[in-house]
């Protein structure tokens, strides 16, 4: 009786380990790609009302932006030298084939010479977590 104990023991232990763990499954599967909600959520809390934070500057751009911004004399997250009095997202779009989305971005200066700009925030719709990708400015 020993030896069939042995052999289904030796057996079982080959079976677990050829099977795949549910934490290998989950450490290796891609996480599911970020909407169009979850983006304008982001782009939304990442702008607020006057800009980002020195904290969204630091921790939610790319290592794009941050070389683009070291080699710029404006702020490249706002296409501006200044702070605007406002900040609204506008819609997003997602293109899953090219993997990104973005939104325009409208600020808004009062005073005497009142006006508004716009530019198009990016993001990776895989990146994780969820960063600003790139910013290209209106004109």
Same mark, same amino acid.
């Given at each position: 009786m020993k030896p069939l104990t042995h052999t289904l023991c030796a057996l079982l232990v080959t079976v677990v380990a050829a099977a795949p763990s &549910?934490?290998? !499954?989950t450490a290796t599967a891609p &996480?599911?790609?970020?909407?169009a909600a979850e983006i304008r959520t982001f782009l !939304?809390?990442?702008?607020g009302h006057h800009g980002p934070s020195e904290a969204n500057r630091d921790d939610r751009i790319s290592q794009a932006l941050r070389d683009k911004q070291q080699h710029s004399d404006v702020d490249v997250l706002l296409?501006? %030298?200044n702070t605007p009095e406002g900040i609204e997202v506008g819609s997003v779009t997602v293109a899953p084939g090219a %993997?990104?989305?973005w939104?325009?971005? !409208? !600020?808004?200066?009062g005073g005497a010479d009142a006006r508004t700009d716009t530019f198009t925030a990016y993001v990776r719709l895989d990146s994780r977590p969820? %960063?600003?990708d790139d910013v290209i400015c209106a004109g």
């Open positions: &549910a934490a290998a !499954t &996480a599911p790609p970020h909407d !939304t809390d990442f702008y296409c501006s %030298r %993997r990104v989305g939104a325009t971005v !409208t !600020t808004h200066w969820i %960063r600003l």
